[in-house]
Nanobody, 122 residues
Framework: QVELRESGGGLVEPGGSLRLNCTVS?????????MAWYRQTPGNERELVAS???????KYRDSVKGRFTISRDDTKKTLNLLMNSVKPEDTAVYYC???????????????WGQGTQVTVIS
């Protein structure tokens, strides 16, 4: 069983920075999970923002490459997303995700946080 809790969302101006945090409660080694951040806007499907494997391999969606950085600390059981140079189109609810045997909704084991709102507004 894995429980995820996000924090760090809020209001930020365009060009600013924000750091999202996810605290993980797990009764298994966290390294067996791929960790990721997803985001969702009203009326749209949840989309993958960035992922990081247990070996530290990262992937980003094209629109955030060079601006966002995902990181994990399996000892502290945390997942972070550093968001730099934010844009209004980054506005969304951001979800922390842990996946095993897959990633996202199709993972055999998929766990989600409750989400944290990020609003980019001038």
């Amino acid at each position: 069983q894995v429980e995820l809790r996000e924090s760090g969302g809020g209001l930020v101006e365009p060009g600013g920075s924000l750091r999202l945090n996810c605290t993980v409660s797990s009764d298994t080694f966290l390294s067996i999970y791929v960790m990721a951040w997803y985001r969702q806007t009203p009326g749209n499907e949840r989309e993958l923002v960035a992922s990081i494997s247990g070996h530290g391999t990262t992937k980003y969606r094209d629109s955030v490459k060079g601006r966002f950085t995902i990181s994990r600390d399996d000892t502290k059981k945390t997942l972070n997303l550093l968001m730099n140079s934010v844009k209004p189109e980054d506005t969304a609810v951001y979800y922390c995700h842990a996946g095993r045997n897959g990633l996202g909704p199709s993972a055999l084991y998929a766990y989600w946080g409750q989400g944290t709102q990020v609003t980019v507004i001038s």
